[in-house]
């Protein structure tokens, strides 16, 4: 694992199996959106009918950007880069796309400052249902004073009250947590892709269908538990989720909503697949392994999310209790809402616990996939030892954890990077990559690298939904998305101390970035490393060799 | 939930479930690669 390949500025690495690279990349995409942005986003769209846009952007944006990100990674991995600058410069051809390419280091590193803290409160929550008391909600208050319960639980155990209360010098328990999540991840990323992230991600990935199958038997078995209010029942409650208004589809917030939620779900344009799928063979088939991996987030997204969360919620809380639910977003929906309904649900305390522990395994296979690919950059870029490399990586993500960790009032410091780096940084990176893909590396050579090893081939029609359709949509969605938030994004900055030092930490993060890439770009060039994509792969230019030989 | 949108929940589901079972028909079934060719084998 760690021997230096002849064409490699670092030490070069390999996935187990073909399906433990499935699993990772699927653990990377399956987070806390699929179970509870996805029934919010469908139930406030349309419902059934939201399936739709939703299924057409799955198709002509969020698979095919995939398929291009697996064939990138690939085809870097064989010029022996790991790394998101390092393949960008090669795929796009110098230094502007190796530079645009530094986004593909600084979404997982800057998600990972607060993702970890998420991560840690859905593995607190877990703990506190499975030991049995939950989050000391009263089941026979009213669901109002329930709510405030649950409310103020969260607030108490975020410090989302006030600034610095986590880091008061109090042993405080969400702390607490999120150092032993931050010690997990740590360690298994430092163990190596396929004696970490790869073992972790084949059992994870399975225990995580398991305690969803669970809840779902549940909540489908609920019936109608309230005898007053015999329409709330779980039927009533899936047509919450599922009954279309066809209306909605003349309104194109749907499917900008559809696109959108498509694009966050898959883990495109994160930076990760790419630096996953470098670490695969040549003749490794990278077509219907990357339709696998999608396909596994979406069974996880609408099979579980879109039977779990609005049917519960309706059965305790009613029609109105649920859209006001959804509308308090991911963090009100999983840990206000949810919460009050595991209260009165019947073993509510054991249910609970199988869905935060879920949550926490949907969390922790993605957090994972955040601090990879910044580990791969330092060891390429920088040239040091895995372990100096997982030192500086442990000392960058704290300091930027322990700033999101202190400024906690509100979750702001949590807001913003979620924004900037979570959200626009993602339709920023995901368009470079398919613009270099169908544009500059070429459509043809893309085709023809998807198509190494693919154990099926595409429908021809997805070259031109490749090179024009997926770039033409990204960008519509992409100039949408700004019109509609840039404004109100960048005037919120103008207005709020902690919102400026927070863009301060993303462009600290950035400087530090480019200053290791221009680092590593002096590096590769002193070891002759065809850092601007100009020669064939190794690998080919040895196999033509070997042709010409023979046919000498 | 109107007929409507139990055609919708089931037809999303079987499209999602339709494609992973294919997905992972065809990745665990795929021939897998041929063991590398011993260069020292030493019999006894």
Redesign the interface.
């Known amino acids: 694992m760690t021997n230096q390949a002849p064409h490699s500025p670092a030490p070069t690495q390999q996935w187990g199996s073909r399906l433990g690279v499935i699993l990772a990349v699927s653990g990377s995409a399956v987070g806390l959106g699929n179970f509870l942005r996805f029934p919010g986003q469908a139930a406030q769209n349309g419902g059934g009918s939201f399936m739709i846009p939703y299924f057409l952007a799955l198709l002509v944006l969020g698979i095919p950007i995939g398929w291009a990100e697996w064939a990138m990674g690939r085809y870097g991995g064989r010029k022996g880069f790991h790394s998101a600058p390092a393949i960008m410069g090669v795929v796009g051809k110098g230094a502007i796309a190796r530079y645009l390419g530094v986004i593909g280091v600084l979404i997982p590193l800057g998600v990972y400052f607060y993702y970890i803290l998420i991560e840690s409160w859905c593995l607190a929550y877990a703990w506190e249902y499975f030991v049995g008391h939950g989050v000391g909600i009263d089941a026979k208050a009213t669901i109002a004073a329930q709510s405030k319960a649950a409310s103020d639980h969260f607030d108490n155990f975020t410090g989302s009250t006030f600034d610095g209360v986590m880091l008061d010098g109090k042993l405080h328990e969400s702390v607490v947590f999120w150092a032993i999540v931050f010690a997990i991840n740590v360690t298994l990323v430092y163990r190596g892709i396929s004696k970490g992230i790869e073992k972790f991600c084949q059992w994870a990935m399975p225990a995580m269908a398991v305690c969803a199958l669970i809840v779902l038997v549940r909540v489908l078995s609920l019936g109608a538990p309230d005898a007053a209010n015999p329409e709330q029942n779980v039927w009533n409650g899936l047509g919450q989720m599922w009954n279309p208004s066809f209306e909605t589809l003349s309104n194109p917030q749907t499917w900008l909503a559809a696109a959108g939620q498509i694009f966050f779900s898959l883990s495109v344009g994160f930076g990760v697949i790419i630096n996953y799928a470098s670490y695969m063979k040549r003749k490794d088939d990278v077509v219907v392994s990357g339709l696998t991996a999608s396909a596994t987030n979406e069974l996880f997204e609408v099979g579980f999310g879109g039977m779990i969360t609005i049917p519960a919620a309706f059965v305790f809380l009613g029609a109105s209790g649920t859209i006001a639910a959804v509308q308090t977003g991911t963090f009100g929906l999983g840990f206000k809402t949810l919460p009050v309904v595991f209260a009165q649900m019947p073993a509510g305390n054991l249910i609970g616990g199988f869905w935060f522990f879920m949550l926490f395994l949907a969390a922790i296979t993605s957090s994972l996939s955040m601090l990879q690919p910044t580990l791969a950059f330092f060891e390429e870029a920088l040239g040091w030892t895995r372990k100096k490399c997982t030192t500086l990586l442990v000392g960058v993500s704290l300091a930027g954890s322990l700033f999101v960790l202190y400024y906690s009032k509100g979750l702001t410091a949590l807001g913003i990077l979620d924004d900037w780096v979570g959200t626009l940084g993602i339709f920023v990176l995901a368009t470079v990559q398919i613009v270099c893909f169908g544009w500059v590396f070429g459509i043809d050579r893309g085709w023809k690298e998807m198509h190494e090893g693919a154990q099926m081939r595409l429908w021809p029609l997805f070259r031109f939904v490749i090179k024009f359709v997926t770039p033409a949509f990204l960008l519509a969605v992409f100039a949408a998305f700004c019109v509609n938030n840039l404004p109100d994004w960048i005037a919120a900055v103008a207005a709020n101390p902690v919102k400026q030092m927070s863009i301060g930490l993303i462009a600290a993060t950035i400087l530090m970035l480019v200053v290791i890439t221009r680092i590593g770009e002096k590096r590769w060039r002193a070891m002759g490393l065809d850092l601007d994509g100009r020669l064939p792969p190794p690998d080919e230019q040895t196999n033509d060799s070997n042709a010409n030989g023979g046919r000498r | 939930?109107?007929t409507?949108?139990?055609?919708?929940?089931i037809?999303?589901?079987v499209?999602?479930?339709g494609?992973?079972s294919w997905?992972?028909y065809?990745?665990?079934t795929?021939p897998s690669e041929p063991p590398k060719q011993v260069e020292d084998f030493h019999s006894a």
């Open positions: 939930m109107t409507a949108g139990f055609a919708s929940m037809l999303s589901l499209f999602v479930v494609l992973v997905c992972y065809r990745v665990l795929a």
